[in-house]
């Protein structure tokens, strides 16, 4: 066990390991579907990661789109969609 409170820590170390922000990340995005092209409102999951890669499936056409997702440290996200033969 790490005791954290005798820990020397730098401001910068604290920084890089709390970055500062308004403790908000973006938890859901529309995308469009590279298959059909419609409008899919989907959930993202902002504790799995800074640089997410996952399949879901289109909610219209039921085919897969594979999702790249990255979040910048304002909390913002990027999602990019691509279509997926898996």
């Not at 989907?42 to 909610?59: F, K, R």
């Not at 056409?61 to 997702?69: A, D, E, N, Q, T």
């Amino acid at each position: 066990m790490v005791d954290f409170v005798n820990e020397d820590w730098t401001d910068a170390e604290l920084d890089d390991e709390f970055p500062l922000g308004d403790g908000t990340a973006e938890t859901e995005s529309v995308i469009s579907c590279p298959h059909c092209g419609e409008m899919n409102e989907i959930a993202l999951d902002p504790g799995s990661g800074d640089d997410q890669e996952y399949v879901e499936d289109c909610h219209v056409c039921c085919r897969p789109i594979l999702m790249y997702v990255r979040y910048g440290r304002d909390g913002t996200a990027e999602v990019e969609v691509y279509a997926s033969d898996s």
